[in-house]
């Protein structure tokens, strides 16, 4: 039952990042522990963003823009709604970042109760 939460997981974060960010990540994969979920992504650049990353400035740039992005996406209501249905508990906050060299984001979803399903 574990695997297949973690996995329907995972797809919903991949179908809000392609309906609010254009595309989805490569792969994904995400692991509870406690009242934690988090969400390893590899391969999210757009091509745009691959060409700006060959500057600094550009680096820069598409850090800040994917940070503040994904932190606004996941305010939504809606948002919120479909990952505290799947999980029966209530988000309580979000913490997010991406490795712009490296093309790996990942995301930690914080619950107010334990969503690790070992034992159950």
Do not use: C
Request: glycine share 6%.
């Amino acid at each position: 039952m574990g695997k297949n939460l973690e996995h329907q997981f995972s797809m919903l974060v991949r179908e809000i990042r392609k309906e609010y960010v254009g595309n989805g990540p490569k792969e994904i994969s995400t692991r509870f522990v406690e009242n934690w979920a988090i969400s390893e992504m590899k391969g999210n650049l757009t091509n745009v963003e691959k060409f700006m990353i060959n500057s600094e400035q550009g680096k820069q740039t598409v850090h800040e823009a994917r940070t503040k992005l994904v932190k606004e996406i996941y305010k939504r209501q809606e948002v919120v709604d479909k990952f505290e249905t799947l999980m029966g508990a209530k988000v309580l906050r979000l913490f997010s970042d991406i490795n712009i060299d490296e093309d790996i984001a990942m995301t930690v979803f914080v619950f107010d109760k334990s969503i690790d399903q070992k034992g159950k």
